[in-house]
């Protein structure tokens, strides 16, 4: 139970067996997140029935908690958006469990802001559905979706206090809906010590660095209790070390809102560190959906391969069964027919060879010392690769001119288009 229930009970004198019962609920629901909900129920569950003052459960349970125990939340499927020509979105389809954290990767122009925007309801796609917890989303009121959104430039009011904008999501909902002012003030005290802001909100926006102005955003998102949390690069308009900051910070503060997030990066490291799955868009398509670990470790294209992280290609030739790279031979990956291929590996991902092994031939160009490691630039087959190493790694007397041999430790290979 968070501090707001606890405040809530406290004040709308709960008896001590009602608020055990919410206790119990609120429980039930993590167990549920996690998948750890016990396979059969106890004989007798009449004595665990809610008191009767309890008017609306604070958690639907499933009938059938066993079968599924973490069922899909968010489901999309077929989802199309042209303008005009120009295709934004084609065909997208994916599913999303309830609490996860998906992040949208890919260039400029890929789709990534206009997929947000339909799911926020301010775009209509050409076709295609959104369910969410078997509800159609399309078919809902954008205000009735209950979507919490945060914007790369914040989009605070500057006229209002801190306290100000977090309520203001609160105290524009219709009357019957509409928390009392106790109410409001319990829950935005209770987000403004979620994102680590107490005490700060009879500021002004004006009066609050850029980290600080993003969290106050993000708990006016927060306010709304919303069902999905879309975020368009949130950290966009920030430096390195306080995005740095504030992404390990987001990650603790998902795991302990528990809402379905929806985060949108043009930063892969951002993307790697956030996500419990990574969705990789080019051309509004999805060219690869998994893990951090899968998308990085198991790139499905070139494209993708050269979008999670800095890449070095050198062309090869598949025939008979073998790979040959610029004096490299060895056996030719699974499924890949004979002819023109490149091979493609991360910088850091390169063992040096003594001289009698046989490998890539290269020449340095340039050496630069980086703390513990070093980076270097060779020339192989007149292209240039930069490569990082561990200091340790590299000969004692290596200088500019002199001649390593280079085999990538864990390479990709793709046909050359």
């Keep these: 139970m968070n501090l707001f229930e606890h405040t809530r009970c406290v004040k709308e004198g709960w008896t001590l067996r009602e608020t055990v019962w919410r206790i119990a609920v609120d429980h039930a629901r993590k167990l549920l997140k996690r998948g750890r909900w016990p396979a059969r129920a106890p004989a007798d569950t009449s004595r665990f029935a809610p008191p009767t003052r309890v008017t609306e459960p604070l958690l639907n349970l499933p009938q059938n908690i066993a079968a599924d125990p973490a069922p899909m939340a968010l489901e999309i499927s077929g989802i199309t958006k ?147 949390l879309l975020l368009d690069e949130p950290f966009g308009a920030l430096d390195t070390q306080v995005r740095r900051d504030l992404r390990l910070w987001l990650r603790e503060l998902h795991d302990r809102a528990g809402v379905t997030t929806v985060f949108v990066t043009h930063d892969q490291d951002e993307a790697m560190d956030l996500a419990d799955r990574i969705i990789v868009l080019k051309d509004g398509q999805i060219v690869q959906l998994g893990t951090p670990t899968e998308v990085y470790d198991s790139p499905a294209s070139r494209f993708v391969f050269d979008f999670m992280g800095p890449a070095c290609h050198l062309e090869g030739q598949i025939s008979a ?97």
């Design 82 to 228: 042209t303008f005009g020509p120009f295709s934004a979105l084609a065909d997208i389809s994916l599913q999303a469990r309830d609490g996860e954290f998906l992040a949208l990767l890919g260039p400029s122009g890929s789709g990534k802001t206009t997929f947000l925007r339909v799911l926020a309801g301010l775009e209509q796609p050409d076709c295609g559905a959104i369910r969410f917890k078997g509800e159609d989303f399309l078919a809902l009121p954008v205000r009735d979706r209950r979507v919490g959104m945060v914007f790369q430039h914040y989009a605070l009011f500057q006229h209002m206090t801190v306290a100000r904008n977090i309520a203001f999501g609160l105290e524009v909902q219709p009357q019957p809906v509409r928390p009392s002012k106790a109410d409001i003030q319990d829950r935005v005290q209770h987000l403004l010590g979620l994102v680590q802001m107490e005490g700060l909100g009879d500021r002004f926006p004006a009066q609050l660095s850029g980290g600080q102005r993003q969290r106050i955003a993000l708990a006016r998102a927060l306010a709304i209790e919303p069902r999905i």
């Design 321 to 417: 069964g073998r790979l040959s790279v610029w004096g490299w031979d060895s056996p030719a990956p699974e499924g890949l027919a004979d002819g023109p291929v490149v091979m493609c590996f991360r910088p850091d991902q390169v063992s040096l060879l003594p001289e009698s092994q046989k490998g890539i031939s290269a020449k340095v160009k340039s050496i630069h010392p980086r703390g513990s490691g070093v980076s270097l630039t060779c020339e192989v087959a007149g292209h240039d690769l930069d490569l990082r190493f561990h200091s340790r790694d590299v000969p004692q007397n290596l200088a500019c001119g002199m001649q390593l041999t280079l085999r990538p430790d864990a390479p990709r290979i793709y046909p050359r288009s």
